[in-house]
């Protein structure tokens, strides 16, 4: 893998890539630090941190933690996602969008057009969800008369544009970057938080040497644990049906042909992770 790294540096075109890669990642992990305004971010954080829910803890891990935090890039790509996938099942069911995505280039650019309204239709529908959650937990600096009104538009506009601006920022990664652009900026997010980790071994380690000797064997079983989830990931994710195909014989002439025989290659795991995407949105 580092070979291929350091071959990849030495091609000019590819080092711009891997380049412009990276400083989009660095571009959206600032904007996951950028506080939006009228808002006590410490009051979330004490929210999140007591536990609340599976729904809120899975959007703010798509988010890199910027959704306990209030910041620009609250909602990430989620909404992105969401579109993403309702634009796929409604391909299916609404002929329009059928024609649409079988007319070439032309039709894929308008599907993505659609596809970004849609994201930003459920941008702004989880931003307005949002804001009142934030407002039932007493986190907001005005709930009353016009400030009250001018905090929430502003609130509301700051969690929609950021979604839209991950949006456009994974769009860019897409062509002129490297790899899946909203993939990458997910995985950055998740990579941001492993921070808790260290404290979580931390917290092992001192329970450990408090008296509570077990915590000693918890701890590498927790890594062989967490290694063969990731083994068992990977073998399943490039794990593939093969389907033998014989090609039948034919002669030309004085020369036989064919009679070879082959094998279709079928994905065992075809979806990947959108089912258990789609289903906990």
Known sequence: ??????????IDDLRK???FTLLILVLFRLGCAVPVPYISAGALSTMFAGGTGDMLEYLNMMSGGALSECTLFALGVQPAI??????QLLAVAIPYLENLAKEGEEGQRKMRRITNYVGAG????LSIGYYFIIRNMGALSYTEGFAG???????ILSFTAGSQLCTWLGNQIDSKGIGNGISLMIFAGIVARWSSIYSAVTNILARASN????????LPALVLLALAAVIFVVILTNAERRIPVQYAKRVVGRKMYGGQ???IPIKVNMTGVMPIIFAST
């Open 1 to 10: 893998m580092f070979e291929t790294f350091r071959n990849a540096w030495k």
């Open 17 to 19: 890539r891997l380049l």
């Open 82 to 87: 969401n579109a993403s996938i309702i634009m």
């Open 122 to 125: 459920i941008g702004l529908m």
């Open 149 to 155: 009104i001018f905090s929430a538009v502003v609130i």
């Open 211 to 218: 008296g509570e000797p077990q915590f000693y064997i918890f």
């Open 261 to 263: 025989a082959s094998y």
